[in-house]
């Protein structure tokens, strides 16, 4: 059974970073095609995709987020960290990870958790 | 800047069928999006329906379907269900890793 879930820090202050794990189970990080991705979702709003890093370390982000976001990779955890700098109220909102199949698919998604930016 | 367009809302009657569509707000969706469709209902997370335009995810049944039409994506359910109102969400893959999710479709069954 492919299982995701996000942990980490639920509120933080503007300016601060944020950094979110995603610890997976049932495949591998390191098969070819696959990939982690994050998505959030702002309060009553769309989903908005984020970023994904694939079995071969290569990272691709939003474009508007530019150098705020950061994705790595821990095989030996099974574990995906998310890390944005810099964080706004406007980043508040539920972040989740997604398995990537076959480098282009979304397949399983986390239970994602809930972020707030608040001083 | 690419949108990707979805109807905000829709309604069905149960039995009824109805297709869901996405597009883009310049230029035509094709297989080469590999567009998906996924499901949210209200404080849950999103759970994938079709995937590769027209691939069931594991679990949906049959009477879930994507394809082309037109210069669209289309998601059609077959004979609604009260468990299908929720919102639709698509997402198209814009090449070099990148995706864009449409605004997603709220259907209610009534």
């Known amino acids: 059974q492919i299982t995701l879930k996000e942990s980490g820090r639920t509120l933080v202050k503007p300016t601060q970073t944020l950094t979110l794990t995603c610890s997976v189970s049932g495949f591998s990080l390191n098969t070819s095609g696959a990939g982690v991705g994050w998505v959030r979702q702002p309060p009553g709003k769309a989903l908005e995709w984020l970023g994904v890093i694939y079995w071969d370390d290569h990272q691709r982000n939003r474009p508007s987020l530019g150098t705020r976001l950061t994705i790595t990779r821990d095989t030996s955890k099974n574990e995906v960290v998310l890390r944005m700098t810099n964080m706004d109220v406007v980043d508040t909102g539920t972040y989740y990870c997604v398995r990537i199949r076959d480098l282009l698919h979304f397949d399983n998604w986390g239970q994602g958790t809930a972020v707030t930016v608040s001083s | 800047q690419t949108v990707v ?8 009657s149960p039995g009824e069928t109805v297709t869901l569509t996405c597009g883009l707000s310049s230029g035509s969706v094709s297989t080469s999006h590999y567009p998906s469709w996924h499901q949210q209902t209200p404080g849950q997370a999103p759970r994938t329906l079709i995937y590769n335009t027209r691939t069931h995810s594991s679990g949906v049944p049959d009477r879930l379907s994507g394809s082309i039409l037109g210069n669209k994506a289309a998601l059609t359910i077959t004979g609604a269900q009260a468990d299908d109102e929720s919102h639709y969400y698509c997402v198209l893959y814009m090449g070099s ?14």
């Open chain 2, 5 to 12: 367009t979805q109807e905000p809302s829709f309604s069905v």
């Open chain 2, 97 to 110: 890793g990148l995706w864009v999710f449409g605004a997603g479709t709220k259907l209610t069954v009534l």
